[in-house]
């Protein structure tokens, strides 16, 4: 008998086949140009606007507006790009609930503030649409970079570099480039391979070599790549994840989230991967969100957030809480896990209410589960790093790590949010400083 | 990023907009902001004799604008600058020293007697500035002085003083023409006629803004009146356009150069000046709607389309367009077109219907489930179903092709050119050659 939601524990097909491809269709369905003319004509051209300042890789959003309601968006995504060489993906994943669009005057004014996150993706996928690559190489340096980890840091990093004339090499440890864009953010987010367009649209440029399955740690060293290379730039992200430090933590069917989505992500057909009916899911980020939601997508019945303290705390935005309870996921807030319950495999996470500051209440339940996710957080990994500030690696603002000749940006590196465009900003920005402490 | 640098009667700027002379002109601090932003050239504000002139101390601009504001159209009583002319003359030559590669004109206007021009020619040769701009167009308080509209409204005082200018100065000779005339040729040929270098259009439009319905008095109201005051920005570019393309395309202006005035808004406007013959073009209002930074837009759009022309400068583009302006006479009579709505596209508003059933030629059928088509027996192609659709690209015209009856008229259609002046309704027509 074929498998519905309905059907216990882990199974796969437990939809329609043409229900996956609807199910994970694009979230925002990109403009079409009287759209995005339309949408353009609400910018009010602010001076020093505030949207600029709330983007970490301030782009002058005003400025590539106006360029799309004049009929230019090649422009316009120049204007993108110059500032964001990843402005395609950050059009699809940033929260500009919490970024550019919160800041938008119009959001004051009406509640409405202008689509800008909609408004670049139109123009940057015009542009690469058209395959343009619109950044030359500078005349080369001889100068030589390594940068590790080819996720937003290490690409945005190394595309500056090559465009100051330096040769670059990255090294990443997976068998594709991206980082997280090609194995964490939500599928629904970035759809039909645009990940791995954007890689080869980006190294268009030329001068950068991408070596996968390169790990620092196992197959490289700090001290090997500091020799070979006139600088080194960290990009590796937080490999590592937080464990729960539960009794049956080991029981089947429970894992992390990342791997979840990770496989998720790779998948050829998701009617092949297999969901719980009923999934609970621990955390209370955008990670858990992203495994909530996609949990549901794939036909589990029941889907519970599960986080331990109030909403407003949750590092998800009310924007991606609204949107996982619109799929039909049910978010518990103040409680904590306690014991996951089953017999070899799990069968219930029991949880105790928390009052705001995490003290316990002793009020417990019990929710049923066949399929649990962890995603209580990412953690920095591998050893020989440069000095850490707290858990992540310490560095100046320019992203100078304790090693001489060592820069770090992104999520490993202490300091900005944990984003796409924050990786982006400080990837670009270690490129700069490199830049100047190579040429002098 | 195609090459915008211009050369516009001797005088070389990195791009083709400049700022016109108005308050964005107004002084050193403006100007040096200006360049930084990107201008490629200014023209000061209109310098006067001492005592500096007076404005208002009420509301000096009124405006109309779209449902959501945007600004359509602007109308000020501004006077020429109110600072005196020693120390915009002492600012001019500071800037123009730190920004040699940049224009800068100087507006002026100073009563019709030739000891006055002659004086503040001799002035501004001093600060270094690249040329003079005549300012015969300000249409309100200067005109009542007998300056201003007042002069460019009589082409025998535009040619006495553009005369005066030459004799008196070495600097090119812009004249700036009003638009509150009937016939934009006739002042544009005395300024050729007193030797001038080029003529700039089009200064501000009569007009008054709105009425306070309360007040009863015009707007931009001060203590109880108004006065009328000169309108610009994007509503009064089309004027401006026929204004420059009547001044490109007769034969006795032929090669007179064209500074284009009026609506510049965006980089497509400056190109369709250029287009119809303006060497570069002036921005004021634009500036003053969104800041000295929207010339970044029309820089890139420029370029943008330029590249994509092929176009290497913009003299290649400048003047494309003034060929196809003709007279109407000289109109093909035998091409044909069709209104075609796209059924695909249509959301069936039912607003080409209104149009044409109650103002043109009842050329569209309704049908009960709100399915618009043309009746091609009725359409006589005026376009105005395209006007009115909401839909971009929904409603088109489509040639018909030569052999193919038009069922309107019951006529073949012709493949060959015929217009007006043979047409056997015309009681003067001529005998084609
Ligand atoms: C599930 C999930 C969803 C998310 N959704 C969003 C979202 O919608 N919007 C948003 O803005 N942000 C989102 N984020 C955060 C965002 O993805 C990250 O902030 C961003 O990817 C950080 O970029 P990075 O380059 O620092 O690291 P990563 O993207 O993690 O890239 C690090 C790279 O380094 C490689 N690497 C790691 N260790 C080594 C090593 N030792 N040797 C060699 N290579 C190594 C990895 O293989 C990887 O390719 C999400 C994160 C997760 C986990
Ligand atoms: C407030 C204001 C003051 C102006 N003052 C002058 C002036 O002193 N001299 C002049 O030649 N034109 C003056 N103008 C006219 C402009 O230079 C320009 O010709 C006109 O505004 C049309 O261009 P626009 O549509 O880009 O604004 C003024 C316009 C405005 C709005
Ligand atoms: S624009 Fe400046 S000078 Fe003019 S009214 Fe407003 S504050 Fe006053």
């Known amino acids: ?91 699809r994943v940033c929260p500009t609930e919490t970024l550019c669009e919160e800041a938008c005057v119009r959001e004051l004014a009406e509640g409405k503030p202008v689509e800008i996150g909609r408004l670049q993706r139109y123009a940057t996928d015009t542009l690469m649409d058209r395959g343009v690559h619109p950044f030359t190489r500078a005349a080369p340096t001889g100068k030589r970079v390594a940068v590790v980890g080819a996720g937003p840091a290490g690409l945005a990093c190394a595309h500056r570099l090559a465009m100051r004339g330096h040769d670059v090499t990255i090294f990443d440890g997976h068998d594709k480039p991206g980082g997280l864009n090609e194995y964490g953010i939500a599928a629904y987010k970035t759809v039909e391979d645009f990940a791995q367009d954007e890689v080869d649209w980006l190294l268009k440029i030329g001068g950068i070599t991408v070596e996968t399955g390169k790990r620092l740690g196992r197959d490289l060293s700090l001290g090997a790549l500091k020799a070979d290379h006139d600088a080194v730039f960290l990009g590796i992200g937080l490999g590592g994840v937080n464990a729960l430090g539960l009794d049956g933590e080991d029981r089947a069917g429970l ?36 495994a909530a939601v996609q949990a549901k997508l794939l036909g589990a019945l029941n889907v519970t957030l599960v986080y331990r303290r109030g909403r407003e705390r949750m590092n998800a935005s009310v924007y991606e809480q609204d949107l996982a309870a619109s799929k039909g996921v049910t978010i518990v807030t103040n409680a904590s896990p306690v014991a996951v319950h089953g017999n070899g495999a799990v069968r219930e996470v029991e949880f105790e209410y928390t009052d705001d500051d995490l003290a316990p209440t002793g009020q417990r339940v019990r929710i049923p589960a066949d399929q649990v996710f962890r995603a209580i957080g990412q953690k920095l990994q591998g050893d020989g790093l440069p000095d850490l500030d707290g858990r992540k690696i310490r560095v100046t603002a320019a992203g100078r790590t304790s090693v001489e000749g060592v820069w770090a940006g992104g999520d490993c590196a202490a300091g900005g949010d944990d984003l796409t465009v924050t990786a982006v900003a400080e990837g670009r920005d270690a490129a700069e400083d490199i830049h100047k402490s190579l040429v002098g | 990023m195609a090459n915008l640098e211009t050369d516009f009667i001797g005088i070389k700027s990195p791009n083709p907009f400049w700022l016109a002379s ?48 945007q600004l359509l159209g602007l109308n000020n009583i501004e006077l020429i600058t109110d600072r005196p002319l020693e120390t915009n003359l002492e600012e001019i030559a500071r800037v123009k020293r730190d920004y040699p590669d940049h224009a800068i004109v100087v507006s002026l206007m100073v009563p019709v007697n030739e000891d006055s021009w002659k004086a503040v020619l001799r002035r501004v040769e001093e600060t270094g500035a690249d040329g ?42 812009i004249v700036k023409l009003t638009p509150n005339i009937t016939d934009i040729r006739k002042p544009a040929q005395a300024a050729k006629d007193g030797g001038a270098d080029a003529v700039s259009l089009i200064n501000t439009i009569n007009s008054i803004t709105g009425v306070d319905l309360d007040l009863f008095a015009p707007e931009p109201t001060i203590d109880g009146q108004g006065a009328h005051g000169g309108y610009c920005g994007p509503a009064v570019k089309p004027i401006a356009l026929n204004m420059v393309a009547e001044i490109a395309r007769t034969p006795d202006l032929r090669g007179l150069p064209i500074s284009g005035i009026g609506g510049v808004t965006t980089w497509r406007d400056a190109a369709e000046f250029l287009a119809l013959g303006a060497g570069n073009v002036q921005v004021c209002t634009a500036a003053m709607t969104y800041g000295f930074k929207v010339v970044q837009e029309m820089i890139s759009g420029l370029s943008q389309y330029m590249d994509e022309k092929g176009f290497t400068s913009v003299d290649e583009l400048v003047g494309r367009a003034v060929p196809q302006v003709v007279d109407w006479k000289d109109l093909n009579l035998n091409y044909v077109t069709k209104a075609r709505i796209d059924q695909d596209l249509c959301i069936k508003c039912g607003r080409c219907y209104a149009a044409c059933e109650d103002t043109s030629h009842q050329a569209i059928s309704m049908s009960e489930d709100r399915t618009f088509e043309v009746i091609d027996a009725e359409c006589v192609a005026c376009n105005l179903c395209v006007n009115v659709c909401p839909v971009e690209g929904c409603i088109t015209m489509e040639r018909l092709a030569a052999g193919q009856v038009d069922p309107r008229t019951g006529a073949v259609v012709q493949d060959d050119y015929a217009n007006w002046t043979t047409h056997p309704n015309n009681p003067a027509k001529c005998a084609a050659e």
């Not at chain 2, 000061?44 to 109309?64: C, F, Q």
């Open chain 2, 22 to 69: 108005a308050p964005p002109t107004d002084k050193e601090y403006n100007v040096r902001r200006a360049f930084e932003a990107g201008w490629g050239g200014v023209v000061w504000k209109t310098l006067g004799e001492d005592p500096p002139i007076v404005n208002v101390n009420g509301p000096r601009y009124g405006a109309v604008w779209g449902a959501d504001r």
């Open chain 1, 255 to 290: 894992r992390d989230a990342v791997d979840f989505i990770a496989e998720l992500r790779q998948a050829d057909d998701l009617s092949q991967l297999p969901v719980g009916r009923d999934v609970v899911v621990i955390g209370g980020g955008m990670t858990a969100i992203d």
């Open chain 1, 1 to 91: 008998m074929k498998d519905t939601a309905l059907t216990p524990g882990i199974t796969a097909g437990r939809l329609e086949p043409r229900d996956y491809a609807e199910n994970f269709a694009d979230l925002h369905p990109p403009l079409d140009r009287h759209e995005a003319v339309v949408a353009a004509d609400r910018c009010y051209f602010c001076h020093d606007a505030p949207c600029i300042t709330a983007c970490p890789t301030e782009i002058d959003i005003p400025l590539f507006i106006r360029q799309i309601a004049t009929g230019t968006p090649e422009a316009a995504a120049e204007t993108i790009l110059d500032q964001n060489i990843l402005g395609g993906m950050c059009a």
């Open chain 2, 132 to 173: 003079v701009e005549l300012n015969f167009g300000c249409p309100h308080g200067m005109s009542e002085r007998g300056m201003g509209s007042a002069v460019g409204q009589v082409p025998d005082y535009v040619q006495q003083v553009t005369e005066w200018c030459k004799t008196h100065s070495s600097l090119p000779v």
